[in-house]
């Protein structure tokens, strides 16, 4: 990725679309996909399927530098130059598996927290703030709690609170999602696909990857399945192999 | 000729391969002759006896840890700017090399005290500090056999490397300063009065085979990097076919 | 996007508050401090002229080994629990978010250390005219012990072996500082003044506390890719 700023006013202010070419990862010695094409633009959802273990966290964890690629290159979509990764992440809100949040920490204060870091909050942002996106999602009495004492699903619904946060201020317009409805019940998915809605009809954009197909929403949605990208080549030359020793054991 | 074909462990490999026995065989013979010339022209100093023979390995061995201290931070700059596979490997391949040679001063070091001053281990600034070199070349083979995802391994061993080589010059003035303070014993041969010719000569082969050592067993070794990492590529399988 | 004073400030309240939360931690360290100094008239007998003789050298020792303690609390536990991703992922300047953190670690853990010094100075019966020279070295110094472990934590993040290994890779690195810190009270013990000795260390806290966040944010990218 070239140094280029010229995508990143595009970016800050409304985004453009990220494009991603050729791009390939390897988790270790095994490569978990090559030749990956995606495009995304303003508006646009890119849902990543695929089975366990297929690349999808790696993907989305490779678009803010937090994996390496092997190869391949992103790119704004207006400008067509490549973007500087910092200037991509200051664009972007990773939610990853990790519950990210502090557990020492109350549910007001990890999110306060986050917030910041999201750029939703200037700093001392008044309490009323946080405790209307804590109402908003359903944890107006989990307020005080100690994140380490809430449910699997109460964390989930905190990370909510967050994307509620940060849609008031929309500076992050790419959400980039990883299992985001994974220990949410009906209530909580509901309210996932409703923030999700929200911000892309502003213009937002979001890449999900998740095991189970959601349905929802409307705007352009492109599905795509990560095992179309798994390398094929080795998988024949073991067999190829395998073959060769055979009638070498045989001879 | 463009150098940097070889930039790639494909086309770096049957080089490597090549040049290796004519490394190999200049340290047997630069070794043979400075030993000779050590051990067999070099007169007899008149106020250490035959122990300061020592120094054609002691002081080829700290020069030699040293040096390649430095040739390891350098390919490690092109390790962290340019990502180049092939620098990581070179500074793994060395690194092995450069430990043996501090051990190697420091254990030479440690003979030549005993008869000369009286102990076993005297905390000269320049042992000293060939210990913490020592140490820190432990260090980074350490950091590297820990970490179990390749490219992390070479990017942390390069950073740590960096870290290093810019402490050495601190870590050195300080040693000195700190022996000159506790008015230390000095192992220093350039202090001492003129060394007669067939004395420098005789470090000065003795120096050239360490390094001819350096760069054959270094060689070797990434060789053997080269066909482990790349052995899912074609021509390593073709190879070990 | 926060600037990189808000950063460091966000950082720094940060983890202030979570040490408030696990007092424990600081406790640890300080009582590290201690019991190690504790070790060294145990091991060498409780004559005056000896204790006063190391009395420096010990204290310096034991505190380059209790900053060395509170290192793993510096970014593992951010690490496991999705917190320090989510810190790289965000785009803010993570090198002043990572100076934010060395330096709650050092008014946590270092800082204490300084203070409770004229105690253990009385113990080793060192000249009280020496006490405040000590101070001031170990003032200057512990900064400079943390930022050098910062750097090596962030490099064996998340390894099995990572206290082990850091200490490793730190005492080498520390060497400089050692020297120079327990120099300044043999120094002044002799008649000479501790001055240079006191100036190279503030040279080093300061050129440790402008590049170490830099140094240790590569190193923390390194790790987390």
């Avoid at chain 2, 790639?8 to 065989?25: K, W």
């Avoid at chain 2, 050239?208 to 053997?224: E, G, K, P, Q």
């Avoid at chain 3, 005492?171 to 300044?184: H, R």
Wanted: with cysteine; aromatic share 8%; proline share 5%.
């Amino acid at each position: 990725m070239t140094r280029e700023a010229a995508a990143l006013d595009a970016i800050e202010i409304e985004f453009d679309g990220l494009t991603g070419q050729d791009l390939a990862l390897s988790r270790g010695d095994r490569r978990l996909f090559e030749h990956l094409h995606f495009k995304i633009e303003a508006g646009g959802l890119l849902v990543l399927l695929g089975p366990n273990g297929c690349g999808k966290s790696s993907l989305l964890r490779a678009l803010i530098g937090l994996a390496p690629l092997q190869s391949g290159q992103l790119s704004g979509s207006r400008s067509g130059s490549s973007i500087e990764p910092d200037a991509l992440r200051r664009a972007t809100l990773f939610q990853g598996h990790a519950s990210a949040c502090k557990g020492e920490l109350s549910a007001m204060e990890n999110l306060a927290l986050s917030a910041r870091l999201d750029d939703a909050l200037i700093d001392r942002a008044p309490k009323s703030v946080l405790s209307d996106a804590l109402a908003v999602v359903g944890l107006s009495r989990q307020r005080d709690i100690e994140a380490r004492r809430l449910s699997q699903g109460q964390r989930q619904r905190l990370h909510l609170a967050r994307l509620a946060l940060a849609l008031r201020t929309q500076t992050r317009p790419l959400w980039l999602m990883d299992e985001p409805s994974a220990a949410l019940d009906d209530a909580g998915t509901a309210l996932l696909l409703q923030l999700l809605d929200t911000h892309l009809s502003r213009g937002g954009a979001a890449i999900v990857a998740t095991h189970l197909p959601i349905s929802t929403t409307r705007g352009p949605r492109t599905v795509l399945n990560l095992q179309d990208f798994a390398p094929k080549r080795h998988a024949r030359s073991v067999q190829a192999e395998m073959a060769e020793s055979a009638c070498a054991d045989g001879s | 000729m463009n150098l940097f074909r070889y930039a790639a462990p494909q086309t770096f490999y049957p080089l490597a391969q090549r040049l290796q026995p004519f490394f190999a065989v200049a340290a047997v013979l630069l070794a043979a002759a400075g030993l000779y010339v050590g051990f067999g022209l070099a007169p007899t100093d008149f106020q250490q006896g035959e122990v300061y023979r020592i120094i054609f390995i002691h002081v080829p061995a700290a020069w030699m840890a040293m040096f390649i201290y430095l040739v390891m931070a350098g390919y490690s700059v092109l390790t962290l700017v340019w990502r180049s596979r092939l620098s990581a490997m070179m500074t793994r391949a060395l690194a092995p090399t450069g430990a043996l040679m501090a051990a190697i001063a420091l254990f030479t070091g440690s003979i030549w005290g005993k008869p000369t001053w009286g102990a076993w281990w005297v905390w000269d600034a320049r042992l000293t500090s060939t210990l913490v070199l020592l140490f820190l070349y432990l260090g980074y083979l350490a950091l590297v056999s820990a970490i179990e995802d390749t490219q992390r391994a070479d990017r942390a061993g390069a950073l740590l490397l960096l870290v290093g080589v810019v402490n050495v010059p601190i870590i050195y003035f300080s040693v000195r300063w700190w022996n000159t303070l506790h008015q230390g014993a000095s192992v220093s041969l350039t202090t001492a009065p003129k060394m007669a010719q067939t004395m420098l000569t005789g470090m000065l082969l003795m120096s050239l085979a360490a390094w001819m050592y350096s760069i054959a067993t270094a060689l070797h070794r990434v060789r053997t990097l080269i066909l482990d990492r790349e052995r899912h590529t074609r021509w390593v399988r073709q190879l070990t076919r | 996007m926060m600037d990189p004073s808000q950063a460091f400030m966000w950082s720094l309240r940060r983890d202030l508050g979570l040490a408030l939360r696990r007092p424990a931690d600081g406790l640890n360290v300080l009582g590290f401090f201690v019991l190690a100094c504790s070790m060294f008239p145990l091991a060498i007998g409780p004559q005056r002229e000896w204790l006063m003789r190391i009395g420096a050298g010990a204290i310096w020792v034991a505190a380059l080994l209790a900053v060395m303690m509170a290192l793993p609390r510096l970014f593992e536990h951010d690490h496991g629990d999705g917190t320090l991703d989510a810190m790289v992922a965000s785009g803010q300047p993570l090198a002043a978010i990572v100076a934010g953190k060395i330096m709650a670690a050092w008014l946590v853990a270092g800082l204490p250390l300084v203070l409770i010094t004229p105690l253990l100075a009385m113990a080793f019966s060192l000249p009280v005219d020496s006490i405040p020279i000590l101070m001031a070295a170990l003032l200057l110094g512990t900064p400079v012990l943390m930022c050098i472990g910062a750097i090596a934590s962030a490099l064996t993040l998340g390894l099995k072996a990572g206290p082990t290994l850091v200490t490793l890779l730190c005492l080498p690195l520390y060497v400089p500082v050692l020297v120079f810190g327990a120099g300044a009270v043999e120094a002044h013990q002799s008649g000479l003044q501790g001055w240079a000795h006191l100036a190279l260390l503030a040279a080093g806290m300061l050129l440790a506390g402008l590049v170490a966040p830099f140094v240790a944010s590569l190193a923390l990218r390194i790790s987390v890719e």
